[in-house]
């Protein structure tokens, strides 16, 4: 039962600290292992926000952030390419 007890507290400690690392994981709705519907979603959020308000706005600069943590470099080029077209 105590060894039970030590490797439930290793596991907590062990998501506590992947958690503080990984920002993406703080949104519930997307936790699973592919993010790409977390990525669309992010940069769909910063799209229409700096379609209302421009992209300087420090609420769609927020947004971009968001999409960054959770696209790929590669992703983020080629949408920010078409939009651009």
Known sequence: MA???SLNH???KNYDE???QNPHSS???FLQMNQFNHCAYRYTMFCRCAKELGDDDPRCKFQ???AQI???VEQLEEW??????
Not at 80 to 85: F, G, H, L, T
Request: positive net charge; aromatic residues 12%; contains cysteine.
């Open 3 to 5: 060894e039970s007890n």
């Open 10 to 12: 290793k596991f907590m």
């Open 18 to 20: 992947i958690t503080s």
């Open 27 to 29: 949104d519930p709705r």
């Open 64 to 66: 971009y952030y968001r």
């Open 70 to 72: 959770a696209c790929t």
């Open 80 to 85: 920010d390419d078409q939009r651009q077209k």
